[in-house]
């Protein structure tokens, strides 16, 4: 090789090197899509990407004027759009954050990310309303390798791994059965299991497996909930109908997860939470607060004699002081999850709490109307109605 040919390559090397350093340095681009008195901007799905360093947020949608303003206001851009439908694409996003707390623009928004070329995409729960919509966004992200993450930021915590490990070395002992209860406030019953069950749901198919079939009945003022008695939800999530809702559900590791929902049965200082209940223990999380899970060894039920306590599990184990000081904020603020879809983008993989994932929710919230509505039979999956059961009762 000659001189001018080594000081060619060399330079061509050089090019390519500092190429490639300035893309891995560029920041990605969010576009957030938000719609104020339709959802806003979910539990900080748009000023979460403020404190996540590899991103920089470079306009915002929002068909509201006055929500606009003060969203660009809030995030620092120069920028704002006012319909995702026709907008989204010149944006050039990386990564799309759709925030608003209604479901019924999920499905849209979605589908209008992935066209627009986004690589990953953070979506508010629930996911969508049905099934169906569910499949199309899963099946035209597959076709653009569309990462999509969704905002069960529980799902995230670290403590749900240690939690898999210490069930598996026998802490509860034989895991007999998971129990969910909503928020049970004036929510109760239908909402509730879809605004707030849904995160419950999706944690407690970590430790049971998916879902095989499902039974249910749905009660409204103490009878069997009837046609008559369907109405809206808020939030977009379509026909409902039930201040009080049982379900069973039967999983492929054979251990049934329950939910149940009563409206104001609840109360401020308890509720919205799981138990993993065990011949030798039990494992309860409380939604949305530290530590997220506790042991309550012995048998659940055997009376003693001798007190028993709870014991914190944290990132670091049974009874271990938490190592990670601003856990709160990690989970709270959807960090954890923002750097979660980020690598997941990088590596190539799903994110932690998947598009797919998203869908295991929607089908079981499905499958317990649809049970009511054949009078309590069992139901199996996957469902074969991919629409709303209570839209179609006749």
Known sequence: MNRRQFLTTTIASSLALAAGAAEEERKLRVVIVGHTGHGDYG????????????????????????????????????????????LLAPAKPDLVAIAPRYVDEHHDMALAAIEAGAQGIYIEKPFCRTPAEADEIIATAERRKVKIAIAHRNRYHPVVPVVQ?????????????????GKEDPRGGAEDLWVLGAHLLNLAVVYSGKPVAASATLFQNGRPVTKADLKEGAEGIGPIAGDEVHAR?????????????????????????????????????????????????????????????????????????????????????????????IAAIHEGRPPLCSAADGLAVVEMIMAIFESHRLNGQRVTFPLATRQNPLAQWT
């Open 165 to 181: 490990r210490v069930v598996k070395e026998d802490a509860i002992g034989r895991l007999l059965e998971i129990r969910c209860r």
């Open 249 to 341: 559900f039967e999983t492929e590791s054979g251990v049934p997860v329950f939910f149940d929902s009563v409206a104001n049965a609840g109360v401020k200082t308890a509720g919205f939470g799981l138990q993993l209940i065990g011949t030798k223990g039990i494992i309860d999380f409380r939604f949305d607060s530290e530590p997220l899970a506790q042991l309550f060894a012995g048998n659940p039920f055997q009376p003693v004699k001798e007190p028993r306590a709870w014991v914190p599990i944290t990132s670091a184990g049974i009874g271990q002081p938490e190592p990670i000081a601003d856990l709160k904020d990690q989970v709270g603020l959807h960090l954890l999850p923002a750097h979660d879809l």
């Open 43 to 86: 539990h900080g799905l748009d000023t979460m990407w403020l404190r996540v360093p590899e991103t920089q947020v470079v306009t915002v949608i929002d068909p509201e004027s006055a929500g606009l303003l003060k969203a660009m206001q809030r995030l620092k851009v120069g920028g704002g759009m006012d319909s995702y439908k026709v």
